[in-house]
């Protein structure tokens, strides 16, 4: 079983930052994929960016590519997402999530995560 823990949202104005992080317990194998997902009031959850627990690889989705980094510290356990030039738009709930079997595909459907953290609201004022 894995445990995970988003912490670093809040209210930033437009065209500001925020590092959100989350921590993992709980044993994350090789073959794990971490990803983050959001979730606006309304709508679906919309995948964010993804990376391998073990390897370099990442992915993003278009709207954020140019803004958003995900990064990881395998000895704190911890996956980062940076978030650069934020838009009112960004406005949700932001949520951390592990695919047991992602690291073959790094799947970009919630419904293949296994482990979600309690999602955290960032909120971008305009």
């Known amino acids: 079983q894995v445990q995970l823990v988003e912490s670093g949202g809040g209210l930033v104005q437009a065209g500001g930052s925020l590092r959100l992080s989350c921590a993992a317990s709980g044993r994350i194998l090789s073959s794990y994929a971490l990803g983050w997902f959001r979730q606006a009031p309304g709508k679906e959850r919309e995948f964010l960016a993804a990376t391998r627990w073990s390897g370099s690889y990442t992915t993003y989705t278009d709207s954020v590519k140019d803004r958003f980094t995900i990064s990881r510290d395998n000895v704190k356990n911890t996956v980062y997402l940076q978030m650069n030039s934020l838009k009112p738009e960004d406005t949700a709930v932001y949520y951390c999530?592990?695919?047991?079997?992602?690291?073959?595909?790094?799947?970009?459907?919630?419904?293949?995560?296994?482990?979600w953290g309690q999602g955290i609201q960032v909120t971008v004022s305009s």
């Open positions: 999530a592990a695919d047991q079997s992602g690291y073959y595909l790094i799947r970009r459907l919630a419904m293949f995560y296994d482990f």
